[in-house]
T-cell receptor
Framework: AQKVTQAQTEISVVEKEDVTLDCVYE???????LFWYKQPPSGELVFLIRRNSFDEQNEISGRYSWNFQKSTSSFNFTITASQVVDSAVYFC??????????FGAGTILRVKS | DAGVIQSPRHEVTEMGQEVTLRCKPISGHNSLFWYRQTMMRGLELLIYFNNNVPIDDSGMPEDRFSAKMPNASFSTLKIQPSEPRDSAVYFCASSLEGQTYEQYFGPGTRLTVT
């Protein structure tokens, strides 16, 4: 089965706390791509990052970092020193055969001031 | 650069009416995707095109839905006749397959069928 699981339905933190959003995927493919998208309250879907299955190097971009571990089929996303503007729904997605993306159910992140 | 453009942004229509949603992908992208987002079902892929050719329409709910891509810069998703259960946000996305793969989404069309 090709599947993405985001077990955390909703997370609430206070501003400046660090927060990690979990993503676990299932695929039979040996080559695949993983993505994170952000959907702020305004509704648009914003691409954040792409990771290839053959590149397990972690990545940091400002306050954002991603931890990709093939051994546990996980692609977790950490926001350091969260801000109110980080409040959004975050989706993890897996690119399967053809060009299709399978999305997780999303994690609602609420950052309170 | 302009992103993916969708129109209209909001559409309210009565059951039984025809609805046409429009999308202009990012220039140079070779794949286009139509998604539907609802609270109950999340994000669902309806159909996607590669080089203007429909590749997979297995997500299209039923015959009332149809999609076309007459050229590389325009696509439509039509619902005829519309039903209240079609109420959702419809997203169009485009990507450059073979190079970068990430899909860039338009702002969405919020459809309400009464």
């Amino acid at each position: 089965a090709q599947k993405v699981t985001q077990a955390q339905t909703e997370i609430s933190v206070v501003e400046k706390e660090d927060v990690t959003l979990d993503c676990v995927y299932e695929t039979r493919d040996t080559t695949y791509y993983l993505f994170w998208y952000k959907q702020p309250p305004s509704g648009e879907l914003v691409f954040l990052i792409r990771r290839n299955s053959f590149d397990e190097q972690n990545e940091i971009s400002g306050r954002y970092s991603w931890n990709f571990q093939k051994s546990t089929s996980s692609f977790n996303f950490t926001i350091t020193a969260s801000q109110v503007v980080d409040s959004a729904v975050y989706f993890c997605a897996l690119r399967i055969y053809g060009n299709k993306l399978v999305f997780g159910a999303g994690t609602i992140l609420r950052v309170k001031s | 650069d302009a992103g993916v453009i969708q129109s209209p942004r909001h559409e309210v229509t009565e059951m039984g009416q025809e609805v046409t949603l429009r999308c202009k992908p990012i220039s140079g992208h070779n794949s286009l995707f139509w998604y539907r987002q609802t609270m109950m079902r999340g994000l669902e892929l309806l159909i996607y095109f590669n080089n203007n050719v429909p590749i997979d329409d297995s997500g299209m709910p039923e015959d009332r839905f149809s999609a076309k891509m007459p050229n590389a810069s325009f696509s439509t998703l039509k619902i005829q006749p519309s039903e209240p259960r079609d109420s959702a946000v419809y997203f169009c996305a485009s990507s450059l397959e073979g190079q970068t793969y990430e899909q860039y989404f338009g702002p969405g069309t919020r459809l309400t069928v009464t």
